[in-house]
């Protein structure tokens, strides 16, 4: 069995980053954090292995900024500062986030040999129109150029995408969760839009020049790119922003921000198979949905909407969902 995994978090907000995309509010958070140094890392790996059990690997990850885009000495001190915890196999590896034109042949060589095993990568959207409407500052040949290049030094490769930004369709989206598959990612984060205040992007909202991007939306849309994602055999590491007391305090002014967003995605995704399975067979008014081990919640939705919806679409009495041993493959089966 293999060992649980831990990430270990060091935010380094905008460091590297050359400009404010619409939807970013870094240069804000920058301005509360202290700027991540050696000591920082130091601290964050003591402390978090001294609460973490022996079977527990932990992974130190740089997040928050453009890690290739800050000064090369920058990057070798918080990189030396984790070698030591690295060399005694206190942390397994390290990950750092970046942005696609940052990646270059000699700071992929530097990050290989300070021990770092995974690169994050924000590609955002491989729409061109998109990217510029974004103010993100770098193309889709961007993205595919640096993705390339960080599978031939045999990183590990996890893409990042976001939906509903300026000028963004679902069918742009699903274009690029395709192109994001047809480089062959380790793993995706997918990201819904969030309208977060003091961006450039609450201002175009407030004024009518931006079309928000709801929960609904994004669950929608999420499912199909969920769907697509497993078929390619690409696991989604998560979909939506991490829950904090900012965002639901306030920050977050708009769009698709809701604390348990990926479930609700996954229990669409149930949602939708249940009702290809109804409509493709003849079944009794009272039915009973078979789904695999700790998925009852997935299916039946939260406070029971998925049930909901399937008795008065498909005029049905009664739905009961039962854990089962559902053959490979599948996620819901009728049970007779």
């Not at 293999?2 to 460091?15: E, M």
């Not at 890392?41 to 003591?46: D, H, Q, R």
């Not at 004024?207 to 697509?228: I, P, Q, T």
């Not at 348990?260 to 409509?279: D, F, H, K």
Request: hydrophobic share 40%; charged share 25%.
């Amino acid at each position: 069995m293999k060992p649980k995994r831990y990430i270990i978090p060091v935010f380094i907000p905008h460091l590297g980053c050359p400009n404010d995309c619409v939807f970013c509010n870094q240069r804000k958070i920058s301005g509360k954090l202290k700027p991540a140094d050696g000591d920082t890392v130091k601290n964050a790996i003591e402390s978090s292995k001294s609460a973490l059990p022996d079977d527990v690997s932990a992974e130190l990850a740089f997040y928050g900024g453009s890690f290739t885009a800050i000064p090369a000495e920058e990057q070798i001190a918080l990189l030396e500062a984790a070698l030591p915890f690295l060399r005694t196999g206190a942390i397994s590896g390290i990950r750092v986030s970046t942005r696609p034109d940052a990646i270059e042949e000699q700071c992929l060589v530097r990050l290989r040999n300070y021990g770092v095993k995974t690169i994050e990568l924000g590609a955002q959207s491989m729409d061109d129109g998109v990217l510029r409407a974004s103010r993100r500052g770098h193309g889709s040949e961007d993205t595919e150029r640096a993705a390339k290049l960080i599978k031939k030094h045999g990183f590990s490769l996890i893409l990042q995408m976001m939906t509903g930004l300026p000028g963004d369709t679902e069918e742009k989206s699903v274009l690029t969760a395709k192109k994001l598959i047809s480089l062959s990612p380790d793993g995706v984060r997918v990201y819904p839009t969030v309208i977060i205040r003091d961006t450039a992007l609450y201002e175009l909202w407030k004024r009518g020049e931006y079309r928000e991007h709801s929960v609904e939306d994004a669950v929608n849309l999420g499912a199909r790119l969920f769907k697509l994602f497993e078929e390619a055999d690409i696991p989604v590491i998560r979909f939506g922003l991490n829950p904090s007391d900012e965002l639901s305090g306030g920050d977050a002014a708009g769009g698709a921000y809701h604390p348990a967003l990926g479930e609700l995605v996954r229990s669409r995704v149930y949602l939708n198979l249940a009702r290809e399975l109804l409509s493709s067979t003849t079944h009794d008014r009272d039915i009973i949905l078979g789904v695999g081990r700790g998925c009852v919640s997935l299916m039946t939705g939260q406070r029971r909407s998925n049930v909901s919806a399937l008795i008065k679409e498909f005029g049905l009495n009664t739905i009961k969902v039962l854990e089962t041993d559902i053959p490979a493959g599948k996620k819901v089966t009728i049970l007779h």
